[in-house]
C-alpha cells in the first residue's frame, strides 16, 4: 500500500465524533481514493467491540478500518495522548491527522488536545494532499 491517511479521535460516541469527524471522512471516502489514498485507518483509544459497534452505528465499517488501542499503546508511542483524567475519560488520544506514504509518515495534523479544529478534519488532508499532488 503506497498511501495511507490515519485520524485519530478521542473515543467512540463523544459529541464530535459522532456527529462531524467521523462523518466527514465516511462521506468523502471516495474523495480520498480519488486522491490516491487506498486506506484510511480510524484509531480512537477504546475497545475493539465498543470501536466496531460505533462504526456500524454510522456506517463506516465497510471504507474506514477501525483500530482499538484500548491500553493507548500505540497511542502512546505516537506521542498522541490526551490525558482526560479530570473529565473521568482516562488516557485518550489526541485528535489528529497524518498522511502516510511508502510506510512513512509525510504529513501529521496535531490539533494538541481533544478539541475539534479543522486540522484533523478530512478537508485538511485533502488539500495536503492535492498540495502534494502539484509539487510532484
Same mark, same amino acid.
Given at each position: ?8 479521535? =478521542?473515543?467512540?460516541? #463523544? ?8 462523518? &466527514?471522512? %465516511?462521506?468523502?471516502? !471516495? +474523495? ?15 475497545? =475493539?467491540?465498543?470501536? #466496531? ?8 465499517? &465497510?471504507? %474506514?478500518?477501525?483500530? !482499538? +488501542? ?60 492535492q498540495k502534494k499532488k502539484k509539487e510532484a
Amino acid at each position: 500500500v503506497s498511501t495511507q491517511s490515519t485520524w485519530g479521535f =478521542p473515543g467512540a460516541f #463523544t459529541p464530535s465524533c459522532t456527529a462531524i469527524h467521523l462523518p &466527514e471522512y %465516511i462521506k468523502q471516502r !471516495a +474523495d480520498l481514493k480519488e486522491k490516491g489514498v487506498e486506506k484510511v485507518f480510524a484509531l480512537a483509544v477504546n475497545d =475493539p467491540f465498543v470501536l #466496531t459497534e460505533f462504526a456500524k452505528r454510522l456506517g463506516g465499517k &465497510e471504507s %474506514i478500518i477501525f483500530l !482499538a +488501542d484500548g491500553s493507548a499503546d500505540f497511542t502512546k508511542k505516537i506521542d498522541m495522548v490526551s490525558d482526560l483524567s479530570e473529565a473521568g475519560l482516562g488516557i485518550r488520544s489526541k485528535r489528529f491527522s497524518m498522511i502516510i506514504e511508502q510506510n512513512n509518515v509525510t504529513e501529521i495534523n496535531d490539533e494538541q488536545g481533544p478539541g475539534l479544529s479543522d486540522l484533523s478534519r478530512v478537508n485538511t488532508i485533502l488539500l495536503q494532499l492535492q498540495k502534494k499532488k502539484k509539487e510532484a
